[in-house]
Structures are given as structure tokens and as C-alpha cells.
């Protein structure tokens, strides 16, 4: 399952509005201390790509690791440290977050 909450789907679609650009939103994977992180990056879907349509927005996902992550939502939120997407997953963070020295290998 991919959803997209309507503020975080409303956020993208001004940005790319903004931009003038036709690309879908890649959801992307990236390991690092603290575990696995789900990012976004604007890009064109490829043969291993899941594609998804919510409102006239692409989101594509690699299909290994959308088996990896399912269920992933998107959202946007305000916090009083600032707003940004927030990617949740069934992937889980690695125990204990954080690290020692291991960020800089």
C-alpha cells in the first residue's frame, strides 16, 4: 500500500508547479546510521519501478524496495523545529539510533 496525505500531495504539486518540470517523485532508500531512510528525489520510471497516481502526481517506487517498505505513507508536517515530508514505512530503525564513529566511514 502508498498513500499520500492531501498537504504533503498539495506541497509536491506546488513545488513541481513551481519548477516547471513533468518528472514523477522517485521514493528512495538510503542506509545510514541511525537505518534505513526513505527520501524523494524527482526522476522518470524505469522497467523496475512501481508506479503510483494520486491526483495526477507520479510516485514511483523501486519494486524491491517497495516489498522492502510496504506499507509507506507521505506526509507533510509543522513542527515547531521547522516543516518538512515525512516518509514512514514498516522498515524499521536500527535499535539504539544514533552512532559512534561509524558516520564517517
Known amino acids: 500500500m502508498f498513500t499520500v496525505t492531501e498537504k504533503a500531495l498539495e506541497v509536491i504539486k506546488d513545488f513541481i508547479k513551481e519548477k516547471n ?3 514523477a517523485v522517485r521514493i528512495t532508500l538510503s542506509m545510514g ?3 534505513p531512510a526513505l527520501g524523494m528525489v524527482l526522476d522518470e520510471p524505469g522497467n523496475a519501478d512501481e508506479v503510483f497516481e494520486e491526483k495526477g502526481t507520479k510516485f514511483i517506487i523501486d519494486k524491491d524496495i517497495y ?3 510496504k ?3 507521505v506526509d507533510f ?3 515547531p523545529q521547522g516543516s518538512g515530508f515525512k516518509l514512514t514505512s514498516s522498515l524499521a530503525p536500527a535499535a539504539g539510533g544514533g552512532c559512534g564513529s561509524c558516520c564517517s566511514c
Do not use: H, K, L, M
Request: hydrophobic letters at 35%.
Open 21 to 23: 518540470v513533468a518528472s
Open 33 to 35: 546510521c541511525s537505518g
Open 77 to 79: 508536517v509543522d513542527t
Open 71 to 73: 506499507p509507506i505513507n
Open 67 to 69: 516489498n522492502q517498505a
